[in-house]
T-cell receptor, first 113, second 112 residues
Framework: NAGVTQTPKFRILKIGQSMTLQCTQD?????MYWYRQDPGMGLKLIYY???????DKGEVPNGYNVSRSTTEDFPLRLELAAPSQTSVYFC????????????FGDGTRLSIL | KQEVTQIPAALSVPEGENLVLNCSFT??????LQWFRQDPGKGLTSLLL?????REQTSGRLNASLDKSSGRSTLYIAASQPGDSATYLC???????????FGTGTKLQVIP
């Protein structure tokens, strides 16, 4: 039971570089989410998707982009990395029943120097 | 602004003690309240989800309650064990795919 898989687990970037954080789920969930978690702060929603081809901004979308070409995959792209984007990034998925829990990946720890 | 607050931020208890973790929220228009566990370097694992029509949910040694009128939820852990050491987060869904607000968590340490 893989659930939600995120790659890579760790990454160090230089300011101005770009990268894509990968997320895939095998539960056939329509809803997928990207969060960031900063020390001492709650998780903040970056982007979410309600199905293939449909994405929308969350609370903190600036500096990020997403796409959803398949049900399984929901990559998050950082175009011009900035130190403020140093964080732990979590991908999550859920079914259409909001009284079912969200399932989370193990996270990607990203440092931008 | 809709907020979710968890106090205390950290808690240390001896093994075997019963304990209560608190979660308070400012918006009573709640759809459900979820408790998660987060181990170091790991993602969030769902423990219990309480729907707005429910007062409590139980799973093993865990019991979560919800009081919408006072804007509070509690997670009760009975007979704590060292393996319960983790950070516990609550999250309130107020409707809509994106409207899940997370608390900052309580870091629990159970001392053998």
């Amino acid at each position: 039971n893989a659930g939600v898989t995120q790659t890579p687990k760790f990454r160090i970037l230089k300011i101005g570089q770009s990268m894509t954080l990968q997320c895939t789920q095998d539960m056939n969930h329509n809803y997928m989410y990207w969060y960031r978690q900063d020390p001492g702060m709650g998780l903040k929603l970056i982007y979410y998707s309600v199905g293939a081809g449909i994405t929308d901004k969350g609370e903190v979308p600036n500096g990020y982009n997403v796409s959803r070409s398949t049900t399984e995959d929901f990559p998050l792209r950082l175009e011009l990395a900035a130190p403020s984007q140093t964080s732990v990034y979590f991908c999550a998925s859920s079914s259409g029943d909001f009284n079912q829990p969200q399932h989370f990946g193990d996270g990607t720890r990203l440092s931008i120097l | 602004k809709q907020e979710v607050t968890q106090i205390p931020a950290a808690l240390s208890v001896p093994e075997g003690e019963n304990l209560v973790l608190n979660c308070s929220f400012t918006d009573s228009a709640i759809y459900n309240l979820q408790w998660f566990r987060q181990d170091p370097g790991k993602g969030l694992t769902s423990l219990l989800l309480i729907q707005s029509s429910q007062r409590e949910q139980t799973s093993g040694r865990l019991n979560a309650s919800l009081d919408k009128s006072s804007g509070r939820s509690t997670l009760y852990i009975a007979a704590s064990q060292p393996g319960d050491s983790a950070t516990y987060l609550c999250a309130r869904r107020s409707g809509g795919y994106q409207k899940v607000t997370f608390g900052t968590g309580t870091k629990l340490q159970v001392i053998p």
